[in-house]
């Protein structure tokens, strides 16, 4: 064979070789650009912890439960609050990269800034995350990835978004145990429950009690402990009132000065509730000093705030702010449930 023809089959083999180096390389930027992309993940059934934490030292953990949701292991969460959470996590996108003239100064606000997201399934973790600063026009998110494998971040920021969502998604991840509590106070469906008693500690003789034989049979009984008649559509009525009644706010860890003074105050109403269970739980219920700007916008001296109430429950533990509009209902007499035309003994 010729010397040139050799040279000629040389070059060929070397440039054969370093087009193939050249591909295995792009092709392995590629696969890292897919994977450092890869925020989201769609199997949110199979999410048993969420733990995030920002630079302020503020974190917080949700966890899966037989019994549901539960935040630090204390209280349940707020249902529409984990909801959202879960949604954000399956179907976060990225919109675009961050511009490389920005990406310094991304990374930078990040380090300092972001919300430091891990998800779990089982014990081990599948995806982890920081969560940034929205952008100027406000509809997208910055993000940073971490490969899960090796525990570094990946070098590029992106920004992201919830595909047919406008807005940013950072305030989406709570890490305050406070905003992740569920507000729910009373919440018992008829069948969970074995008697009502209230007492009215105002008018003494408005107090009555109430035994749920089963959901067809009840038994009602005054202040001195005479059985009464009364309306069964009235009566199952009332019973539904107590589902789904929530606070305002819970401030147990918050105003202690409010909830020490109200320590020594009488509660002007009282429900022990005892479920099927045998658990006795009860919940005090305090009139609350009105605002001064009531007085003044309506030309009436209150007493009392006509609008919002303190309880107490949790066995003592916790004091919440409630509404009238969504309690006043439980304050009654048995008055309510007289039927002249269906009473039923």
Not at 25 to 38: A, F, P, V
Not at 115 to 143: C, F, R, S
Not at 301 to 307: A, T
Request: positive net charge; glycine residues 4%.
């Amino acid at each position: 064979m010729k010397k040139s023809s050799l040279i000629i089959i040389g070059v060929l083999i070397a440039l054969i070789a370093i087009s193939l180096l050249v591909f295995k390389k792009k092709g392995n930027s590629s696969t890292l650009d897919e994977d450092s992309r890869n925020f989201s993940y769609k199997d949110t059934a199979a999410i048993t912890k969420v733990f995030m934490a920002d630079k302020n030292g503020r974190q917080c953990t949700v966890e899966r439960t037989k019994n549901g949701w539960i935040v630090n292991n204390k209280f349940h969460v707020r249902p529409d609050a984990i909801l959202t959470l879960l949604e954000t996590i399956k179907n976060v996108e990225v919109k675009r990269p961050v511009a490389r003239q920005a990406k310094e100064g991304t990374l930078k606000v990040l380090s300092n800034k972001a919300i430091k997201v891990e998800i779990y399934k089982g014990n081990n973790l599948v995806k982890q995350y920081y969560v940034g600063h929205e952008t100027p026009d406000g509809e997208g998110t910055h993000m940073l990835l971490t490969d899960v494998e090796s525990g570094d971040n990946y070098k590029d920021p992106f920004v992201v978004f919830i595909p047919g969502f406008t807005g940013f998604l950072n305030t989406r991840y709570i890490v305050e145990e406070k905003h992740w509590r569920d507000l729910s106070v009373i919440n018992y469906t008829p069948d969970k429950i074995k008697t009502i008693a209230y007492f009215n500690n105002n008018f003494p003789d408005s107090s009555f009690s109430i035994q749920i034989v089963n959901t067809k049979t009840f038994v009602l009984k005054n202040h001195l402990n005479t059985v009464l008649p009364f309306s069964e559509l009235k009566m199952k009525q009332y019973l539904a009132y107590f589902q789904n009644l929530n606070c305002e706010a819970i401030f147990t860890s918050t105003d202690k000065k409010v909830a020490d003074s109200l320590k020594t105050a009488k509660p002007f109403a009282s429900f022990v509730i005892t479920d099927i269970n045998n658990k006795n739980n009860r919940y005090d219920f305090y009139f609350k000093q009105p605002p001064t700007f009531k007085n003044i916008e309506y030309g009436i001296r209150y007493k009392y705030d006509p609008d919002r109430l303190y309880v107490n429950f949790d066995d003592k533990k916790e004091w919440a702010v409630i509404q009238y509009y969504v309690f006043g209902k439980l304050f009654i007499t048995t008055d309510y449930f007289s039927d002249k035309e269906s009473v039923k003994k």
